[in-house]
């Protein structure tokens, strides 16, 4: 479809994610733009621009179009001279090849992520984004009404797989060098849109009020559904694109499937507010601070 301002959205996925063609980031996009993007990006979740060779001040100016950005990350060290930026490496096993939601273990994640490629393999290195409101459509009714009521503790600190090389491993300790425990609503209500949507992913580690088999059990159970095919997209990257994603209400996973290539994406993300549940109690910290040395407060 062609907007009102004039460029171009085409849907790249049944249920989520598009394209957008005619626009170029590297300029001062006017508000309207910037309006009409956010709606594509409510829409279909995760949008792509594609060769857009922006710098580090580029993909900056255009994160925070859409809202106050945090830095880099709660723990892990941004990009030398850049507090914002997170270097998403590929080298030596240190590789996010696991379904989750960007920094859910703290009280307020990020609205939105952008990431942008600038060293990518020739081939895998893809990223897959699924689509958690369609999941939560998907429920049978008492599946929904139980995910209604639950809520999952969200932590950085959990059994990992064993560390590939000491350069993971070293990662693996910084990751954990402050620990962060918070419970969210299991289904969040979407402070734009009003979609319900499944929010657990990689960092949900059980159940309140239940143990860990039955927590495992059930995590198990909801997981699948955002990670059916028909909720999912692929990227394929090349270098120079830029993917913008809503953190709400996505999940996200990057395939370790490109072997010892070399592969460097950057993120920026935007500051989000506090989860709410369908009756509107909002998360809450177990352990850890508010990470306010990451996340501005929420207005």
């Known amino acids: 479809m ?11 996925g049944g249920r989520i994610g598009a394209e957008i063609l005619g626009v170029d980031l590297s300029t001062d996009l006017d508000p309207a733009v910037v ?3 956010n709606s594509a990006l409510l829409e279909h979740k995760a949008l792509v621009f594609r060769d857009q060779r922006l710098d ?46 960007d920094v859910t273990f703290v009280r307020t994640p990020p609205k939105a992520s952008t990431l942008r490629s600038i060293v990518v393999p020739p081939y895998g290195g893809n ?10 459509r998907d429920l049978p009714e008492p599946l929904r009404e139980l995910a209604d009521k639950l809520w999952a503790v969200h932590t950085n600190a959990y059994d990992y797989a064993a560390p590939k090389s000491e350069k993971a491993a ?11 425990r918070t ?21 949900a580690q059980s159940i309140v009020g239940l143990g860990p088999s039955d927590s495992r059990d059930l995590l198990r ?3 699948s559904y955002v990670t059916r ?64 040395h990451y996340t501005p407060p929420a207005a």
């Open 2 to 12: 062609t907007t009102s301002t004039g460029f171009d959205i085409r849907r790249i």
């Open 35 to 37: 309006t009409e993007i």
């Open 56 to 101: 580090d001040a580029g993909q900056l100016r255009f994160a925070s179009l859409f809202g106050e950005l945090t830095t880099a990350h709660p723990t892990v060290p941004s990009v030398d001279g850049q507090p914002h930026i997170l270097p998403v490496d590929g080298d030596e096993g240190i590789r996010a090849n696991q379904w989750h939601t």
């Open 127 to 136: 990223t897959l984004i699924a689509n958690s409101a369609a999941a939560y």
């Open 170 to 180: 070293e990662h693996r300790r910084r990751f954990v060098s402050r620990k962060y």
């Open 183 to 203: 419970a969210h609503p299991l289904v969040r209500v979407h402070p734009e849109t009003g979609e319900r949507g499944l929010f657990i992913g990689g960092f």
């Open 221 to 223: 159970i909801f997981q």
């Open 229 to 292: 095919p028909e909720n999912i997209v692929r990227v394929t990257w090349t270098p120079g694109d830029l993917v913008l994603f809503d953190n709400r209400i996505t999940q996200h996973y990057a395939p370790d499937d490109y072997g010892d290539l070399p592969r460097l994406l950057h993120r920026v993300t935007v500051a989000g507010d506090v989860p709410a549940g369908i009756d509107g109690t909002l998360s809450h910290v177990i352990e850890g601070d508010d990470a306010s």
